[in-house]
């Protein structure tokens, strides 16, 4: 068997397509553009990438972005008046603190701070608890997107069989609890997970967040399962000096076994931004006072 590619690309722009057209209708009804703050502190390389490519993005789906980018060395105390003022700033419907933060900055008292139904990354335990409870509020990005492809390649999910290894706050507990809420029988494994090759073999549906480069093998794949790999590991290049993109998945050996398989890059990455928009989105019709059909996004 060769698996077929998911091509998380593709759906991404395909999302984000529609994010822009709902944001226009929103722009027509509520007089005024969502809009979506990101806020950086210091200067790590990684974080200036993506904080450069959330804001255009934003701006391409047709809403404000609006970025603040403050010293390594801002206090804790002027981070949470930078995010007490947007919590009360009406232009604003979505917040985001790109982390890691410095370390004299305690990341939990940040995330406390910022208004749950503006908490577009989805981190506030109010999110949390509205997510294990099934009441509406934000997702996290990245498995809301996994979640995605999942339906779009299988449709309902009841009753398979789902294995999540990686328990983070921000990937596999978040996962884990959609996939029960699609009626999934889940496993969560993580690094004292036993005979964690015989736990994945279960799986119908297989998520690996793990941040180790290719630790999911072939032959820990049952035939005919699907795969979604979330890792992003940069490992030596053939060339010299170089370096290369891969997941958690060894793709060559499980795409031969599986029936589906996102590939990295081109598979999850492209949708977390994705699902950023259309969160944002779903906050501003929310924070409008506007009704956005539940399965319009
Ligand atoms: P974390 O480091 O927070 O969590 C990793 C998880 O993997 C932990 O629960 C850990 O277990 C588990 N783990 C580590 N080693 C093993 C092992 N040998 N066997 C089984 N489980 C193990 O990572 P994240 O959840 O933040 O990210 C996971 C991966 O996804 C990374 O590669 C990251 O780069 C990528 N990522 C990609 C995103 C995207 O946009 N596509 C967004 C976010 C993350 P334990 O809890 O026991 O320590």
Redo the contacts with the bound molecule.
Sequence with gaps: MTAAIIDGKAFAATLRARVGELATAFEAKAGRKAGLAVVLVGEDPASQVYVRSKGKSTLEAGMNSFEHKLPADTSEADLLAVVEALNADVAVDGILVQLPLPKHIDEQKVIAAINPDKDVDGFHVTNAGRLAVGQPGFVP??PL?CLMLLKDRLGDLSGLDAVV????????KPMAQLLISESCTVTV?????KD?ADVVRRADIVV?????PE?VKGDWIKPGATVID????RVPGAEAGKTRLV??VDYASAAAVASAITP?PG???P???AVLLRNTLVAAYRNAGLVLAADAV
């Design positions: 990005c990245t997107g290894i990686g328990r983070s706050n921000i990937v596999g494994a993580h690094s004292r997970t964690l690996a967040a793990v941040g180790r630790m979330v890792g992003i590991n997941g958690d990295v598979g999850v990455g949708m977390t931004i």
